[in-house]
């Protein structure tokens, strides 16, 4: 694991103790969940947060600023703790660590589902109460759509990929048979 990415788990642990302490774990994760979002949606502010030459109390500031009113003081003091100390790379890793090690605490885990068509929400439920059994844990949903997937799904579940795909079962029959073909 780089070192990048063993700050970011510290910094994640350490907000992780502050939420658990406070009763605010599933709020602090919706918090760093926007703060990404709205960095990955708007690309100028994201390259002035990442930029070397920009000064950290100047990005400290512009962080105040636009999140001040919907992001809590503990995960604000976080984030401008990470850009202080020239870590603003690791925002994003930082949040996934976060949500990862919440998802632990919480009983839950999160499924990406891949289909070459829109879901609907009652397969998407179907989907999550199938898996939620699979692994004894409360499972939320993502739907992305794949267009080069001929038909079929597949989820993954931190990482580990469940691949009920029409190409996967292709794969895998095409498999049994070269092995029956080798006796």
Do not use: C, W
């Given at each position: 694991m780089?070192?990048?990415l063993?700050?970011?788990?510290?910094?994640?642990?350490?907000?992780?103790?502050?939420a658990?302490?406070?009763k605010?774990?599933a709020?602090?994760e919706?918090?760093?969940n926007?703060v990404?979002?709205?960095?990955?949606e708007?690309?100028?502010?994201?390259?002035?947060?990442?930029?070397?030459?920009?000064?950290?109390?100047?990005?400290?500031d512009l962080?105040?600023?636009?999140?001040?009113?919907s992001v809590s003081?503990?995960?604000?003091?976080?984030?401008?703790?990470?850009?202080?100390?020239?870590?603003?790379?690791?925002l994003?890793?930082?949040?996934?660590?976060?949500?990862k090690?919440a998802?632990?605490?919480?009983g839950?885990?999160?499924?990406?589902v891949?289909?070459?068509?829109?879901?609907?929400?009652?397969?998407?439920?179907?989907?999550?109460?199938t898996?939620?059994?699979l692994?004894?844990?409360?499972?939320?949903?993502?739907?992305?759509l794949?267009?080069?997937?001929l038909?079929?799904?597949q989820?993954?579940?931190g990482?580990?990929?469940?691949?009920?795909?029409?190409?996967g079962?292709?794969?895998?029959?095409?498999?049994?048979?070269?092995?029956?073909?080798a006796?």
């Open positions: 780089s070192q990048e063993i700050a970011a788990k510290r910094y994640a642990k350490a907000l992780f103790e502050i658990r302490e406070n605010l774990i709020e602090f919706q918090q760093l926007l990404v979002a709205v960095l990955k708007n690309t100028d502010l994201n390259k002035i947060i990442k930029h070397p030459g920009i000064g950290s109390k100047v990005k400290s962080i105040q600023q636009i999140f001040g009113s003081e503990p995960v604000l003091n976080t984030i401008q703790l990470l850009i202080e100390r020239r870590r603003e790379e690791t994003e890793a930082f949040a996934q660590m976060y949500s090690i998802n632990e605490a919480l839950q885990a999160s499924a990406i891949y289909s070459p068509v829109q879901l609907t929400d009652a397969e998407l439920s179907s989907i999550a109460s898996f939620s059994k692994t004894g844990k409360q499972i939320r949903v993502e739907s992305v794949d267009k080069s997937l038909g079929g799904i989820v993954r579940i990482d580990r990929l469940y691949d009920g795909s029409l190409s079962k292709l794969q895998r029959l095409q498999k049994t048979l070269n092995q029956s073909q006796l």
